[in-house]
């Protein structure tokens, strides 16, 4: 795929999705954060079921580590390994709390440290929170990536490699977003929308569908 077709893919794409940001709710760097945490192998509308009523009792560190791990766990025990998240998430409010004043750092090494914080959650951290050019390779920009040739890789790491290297520099940050929503709503897993598509003739999906 050339320069100028990935260019006008990615301004189609925005302009199809003018609003381009996740669909987790929040409303500070540290409730993104346990959003995103609990959002591995769960579905963003399930975890803001579960975050909407945590926040309103307890979003900051401070107020999470009271809860306890126990106390936390009667929140998000509707989200898929819910026991984990809970024992990582208190854990990452103890090193928030001792090592960086309770405020979330923006740099990969310091998030990564984090517990429960691997490389997919630290790059929607810097990419939402602090406008960083990262794109976190989940499933969905993982399949669109190679589906359309943006970006083809066997794992997520080269996926992810060859985004950064070849989006264009002005969707470097919306870039991130504008894939997950495009795949979640549009180049879908099992029936792809393939007639609805802004990019359907620029796509080069071999297998497209009316």
Not at 32 to 57: E, H, M, P, R, Y
Not at 122 to 131: E, R
């Amino acid at each position: 795929m050339n320069k100028q077709k990935r260019l006008e893919i990615f301004e189609r794409l925005s302009k199809a999705i003018p609003v381009a940001e996740t669909e987790l709710n929040y409303h500070s760097n540290f409730e993104l954060l346990i959003a995103v945490i609990l959002s591995a192998q769960a579905t963003d509308k399930g975890v803001n079921l579960a975050t909407d009523k945590l926040f309103a009792v307890a979003n900051t560190p401070e107020a999470i580590l009271a809860l306890g791990e126990s106390g936390l766990k009667t929140y998000i025990k509707t989200i898929g390994l819910f026991n984990t998240k809970a024992a990582n998430i208190i854990r990452t409010c103890q090193s928030l709390i001792e090592r960086h004043q309770s405020v979330v750092p923006n740099t990969r090494s310091e998030l990564e440290a984090l517990p429960g914080v691997g490389r997919k959650t630290a790059n929607v951290i810097l990419n939402t929170a602090f406008g960083h050019p990262t794109i976190a390779v989940d499933t969905h920009i993982f399949r669109v990536a190679n589906r359309t040739h943006l970006a083809k890789g066997k794992n997520v790491i080269e996926v992810e490699k060859k985004l950064v290297k070849n989006i264009p520099k002005p969707y470097l940050i919306p870039a991130h977003h504008l894939l997950i929503l495009h795949g979640r709503y549009t180049c879908t897993a099992r029936k792809p929308r393939c007639g609805a598509c802004c990019i359907y003739d620029l796509c080069e999906y071999s297998d497209k569908t009316e």
